[in-house]
């Protein structure tokens, strides 16, 4: 079974520039997540989709961050303008269906790190 | 406000040793805890997790305990090898809202001297 993918693995910005971080999550889960991994902390939830719905974003900056899931597969995060306190991993997980699934365990993928100079 | 508090931030120990990593929550909500393993340049994997209507749960060598009117809960990593070597994230969530939201500890790097 393949994991979550995530692209690209690593980027580097300017300040005020603008990024996207894509992710594929594992075939058949419905529910996708993006969390924010500052260096030294614990993930931090921004977004979680339920196929194509957002479930939760509540800790999402929306004035600069945003994120689609079309189609309910994979998913872009995108971050404009960027600001230093940005540099973080970017993480997505999914899990399978909270209405059929047994387990809440989340599969992460390999994350993206962001270094916004 | 940090609802999951993780302590120690980091743990040298070495090989056969156990490792023990502790945390406490404040919300009384939560229902369930798993414990994650990061490798560098990986996203974290679940290692373990336990609900509360047990006091502990073993798989090999990793054992949850739980304390629930204590409102804490660790790991145990009993014959520790370099291999564990690792940052373990305790995270907590409430399966009575809508999303099973995990919330994460800071996280203890682990390093298992040979």
Not at chain 1, 8 to 28: D, T
Not at chain 1, 95 to 109: A, I, K
Not at chain 2, 68 to 77: M, N, P, R, Y
Request: glycine share 8%.
């Amino acid at each position: 079974e393949a994991g979550v993918a995530q692209s690209p693995r690593y980027k580097i910005i300017e300040k005020r520039q603008s990024v996207a971080f894509w992710c594929n999550p594992i075939s058949g889960h419905a529910t996708l997540y993006w969390y924010q991994q500052i260096l030294g902390q614990g993930p931090k939830l921004l977004i979680q989709f339920q196929n194509n719905g957002v479930v939760d974003d509540s800790q999402l900056p929306k004035d600069r961050f945003s994120a689609e899931r079309l189609k309910g597969v994979d998913s872009t995060l995108k971050i404009q303008p960027a600001k230093l306190e940005d540099s973080a991993v970017y993480l997505c997980a999914s899990s399978p269906d909270l209405l059929y699934g047994t387990t809440y365990e989340q599969y992460f993928g390999p994350g993206t790190r962001l270094t916004v100079t | 406000q940090q609802q999951v508090k993780q302590s120690p931030q980091s743990l040298i120990v070495q090989k056969g040793g156990i490792s023990i990593i502790n945390c406490a929550y404040e919300n009384t909500a939560f229902d369930y805890f798993p414990w994650y393993q990061q490798f560098p340049g990986k996203g974290p994997a679940l290692l373990i997790a336990i609900r509360p209507d047990v006091s502990e749960k073993k798989e090999g060598r990793f054992t949850i305990s739980f304390n629930k009117s204590a409102k804490q809960f660790s790991l145990h990593i009993m014959d520790s090898q370099p291999g564990d070597s690792a940052t373990y994230f305790c995270a907590a969530s409430n399966s009575g809202g809508s999303n099973y939201k995990l919330t994460f500890g800071k996280g203890t790097l682990l390093t298992v001297n040979p």
